[in-house]
């Protein structure tokens, strides 16, 4: 209990890419995805921050219906950010769809509001779910023909042209 006293003392500074990457290293998976739970937004940011740089095996042993309900529930835009990083890159297979998160990524990733890094990772994240079923395939494909490229930040421009262009979103 002491050390993870320590770690979340050294979490609620401000961090370098250096410090990130050591403590990465160096910390639990298992510590810093308790942390993520933190009552102080900067601690439970700063470990999700470390979380994106652990190795990929870390990341897919986290468990992935505890981090989409932080990001449907979370409040904070970087918690929310960082979180659905993780999720995107363990991936989602067809067997465990929830209609919840597919839901929330099909409604963020045209909310303007949201900042573009959100946007693209719900676009990428529904996109990876409904391409699995035609009859979702074809929902992603209605609600990305709504969204008007020119609203919105390059990135995300740059992702519904690359999806309008792909042969298998069609």
């Given at each position: 209990?002491?050390?993870?006293?320590?770690?979340?003392?050294?979490?609620?500074?401000?961090?370098?890419?250096?410090?990130?990457?050591?403590?990465?290293?160096?910390?639990?998976?298992?510590?810093?995805?308790?942390?993520?739970?933190?009552?102080?937004?900067?601690?439970?940011?700063?470990?999700?921050?470390?979380?994106?740089?652990?190795?990929?095996?870390?990341?897919?042993?986290?468990?992935?219906?505890?981090?989409?309900?932080?990001?449907?529930?979370?409040?904070?835009?970087?918690?929310?950010?960082?979180?659905?990083?993780?999720?995107?890159?363990?991936?989602?297979?067809?067997?465990?769809?929830?209609?919840?998160?597919?839901?929330?990524?099909?409604?963020?990733?045209?909310?303007?509001?949201?900042p573009s890094g959100v946007q693209a990772l719900c676009m990428k994240l529904a996109?990876?779910?409904?391409?699995?079923?035609?009859?979702?395939?074809?929902?992603?494909?209605e609600t990305l023909n709504l969204m008007h490229a020119e609203h919105y930040k390059?990135?995300?421009?740059?992702?519904?042209?690359?999806?309008?262009?792909?042969?298998?979103?069609?």
């Amino acid at each position: 209990m002491e050390r993870n006293f320590a770690i979340r003392e050294e979490l609620k500074s401000r961090l370098s890419i250096d410090d990130i990457h050591a403590l990465a290293g160096r910390v639990p998976t298992e510590v810093l995805l308790e942390t993520l739970y933190d009552s102080d937004s900067l601690v439970a940011r700063n470990a999700a921050w470390v979380l994106t740089h652990k190795a990929k095996g870390d990341i897919n042993q986290l468990p992935q219906k505890r981090l989409i309900d932080l990001a449907l529930s979370t409040p904070e835009t970087s918690l929310r950010r960082l979180t659905l990083c993780l999720i995107e890159r363990q991936g989602i297979p067809p067997e465990h769809i929830r209609t919840d998160f597919l839901d929330f990524c099909l409604r963020h990733m045209v909310m303007l509001e949201e900042p573009s890094g959100v946007q693209a990772l719900c676009m990428k994240l529904a996109y990876s779910m409904c391409s699995h079923y035609p009859e979702l395939a074809h929902e992603f494909s209605e609600t990305l023909n709504l969204m008007h490229a020119e609203h919105y930040k390059p990135g995300v421009k740059y992702l519904i042209n690359k999806l309008n262009k792909d042969p298998q979103h069609e």
